[in-house]
């Protein structure tokens, strides 16, 4: 079983800053793709950023050129760092991490527990 500890939100005002980091631990093989997903207040969960094991990123639209993901496959750590945030960035954000574990016989994919990012005056 793989758990995954999520840290770094807050408040925030509009063009701030804040860094998520999410760690994942347990019987770990491999860790493919790593990734941040974000959910409004009556709104779809939907996918922020993302990057494989090889360094390929994926961003929303929405936060291109202001946001960042990053990875630390030693700690098996993902990271956001989010700049010039905005009102319409607030959200729970959630940390996903898919891999193998038990030597690679069995695949896994799995969630964060949420942190909440609030960005307002």
């Known amino acids: 079983q793989v758990q995954l500890l999520e840290s770094g939100g807050g408040l925030v005002q509009p063009g701030g800053s804040l860094r998520l980091s999410c760690a994942a631990s347990?019987?770990?093989?491999?860790?493919?793709?790593m990734g941040w997903y974000r959910q409004a207040p009556g709104k779809q969960r939907e996918l922020v950023a993302a990057?494989?094991?090889?360094?390929?990123?994926n961003y929303a639209d929405s936060v291109k050129c202001r946001f960042t993901i990053s990875r630390d496959n030693a700690k098996n750590t993902v990271y956001l760092q989010m700049n010039s945030l905005k009102p319409e960035d607030t959200a729970v954000y959630y940390c996903?991490?898919?891999?193998?574990?038990?030597?690679?016989?069995?695949?896994?994919?799995?969630w964060g527990q949420g942190t909440q990012v609030t960005v307002s005056s």
């Open positions: 990057i494989t094991s090889g360094g390929s990123t």
């Open positions: 347990g019987n770990i093989f491999n860790i493919n793709a």
């Open positions: 996903n991490v898919a891999g193998r574990v038990d030597f690679g016989w069995k695949s896994f994919d799995s």
